[in-house]
Antibody, heavy 117, light 107 residues
């Protein structure tokens, strides 16, 4: 069974940093692209980042480019999202997601990040 | 960036009804369109991938169609467990973009 478990969320002040983690199990982690997607309160979903199987290629939307960094450790079956210079508009539930050739197929339960002073 | 316009935002229906939800892309997305279901407090679940392929384990009352810029999710006969929020995702190009969602409610 595919399982994706996020951690590392919480309350952080504007301008500070936070690192999210995602522990994957139930599949061969190194064979899949992985992604982060977020959902602000009462808002729609926004794709945040994608990383290739080896980690050599990463993709971001303009809204987070230069502030967020996605990375992975295939030996630990873990995905990460380093978030710097956080803004109030980054407040959201962040989902770890697995991506196959057909886009995102599995999602974690999500972790809440609140950016507020 | 490709914009995804999803309609309707809200849909009120009864058990047994046939319902359709639409997503329109701002440009051709070559059938790289997925549909997801999300229930309150749960992780989203993929229903359909690449326009019309049913995810393993999803009931056959769910189906997808479309091409070019216009795509549709159809639920042929609503069941009580289908009342949820549905959204589309285009993965033809980065940035991947989502529809705003359709909340399906019991009439």
């Amino acid at each position: 069974e595919v399982q994706l478990v996020e951690s590392g969320g919480g309350l952080v002040q504007p301008g500070r940093s936070l690192k999210l983690s995602c522990a994957a199990s139930g599949f061969t982690f190194s064979n899949y692209y992985m992604a982060w997607v977020r959902q602000a309160p009462k808002k729609g979903l926004e794709w945040v980042a994608t990383i290739s199987t080896s980690g050599s290629r990463t993709y971001y939307p303009d809204s987070v480019k230069g502030r967020f960094t996605i990375s992975r450790d295939n030996a630990k079956s873990s995905l990460y999202l380093q978030m710097n210079s956080l803004k109030s508009e980054d407040t959201a539930t962040y989902y770890c997601a697995r991506s196959d050739y057909s886009g995102i197929d599995y999602w974690g339960q999500g972790v809440m990040v609140t950016v507020s002073s | 960036d490709i914009q995804m316009t999803q309609s309707p935002s809200f849909l009120s229906a009864s058990v047994g009804d046939r319902v359709t939800i639409n997503c329109k892309a701002s440009q051709n997305i070559n059938k790289y369109l997925n549909w997801y279901q999300q229930k309150l407090g749960e992780a989203p679940k993929r229903l359909i991938y690449n326009t019309n392929n049913l995810q393993t384990g999803i009931p056959s009352r769910f189906s997808g169609s479309g091409s070019g810029t216009d795509y549709t999710l159809t639920i042929s006969s609503l069941q009580p467990e289908d009342f949820a929020t549905y959204f589309c995702l285009q993965h033809n190009s980065f940035p991947n973009t989502f529809g705003a969602g359709t909340k399906l409610e019991l009439k």
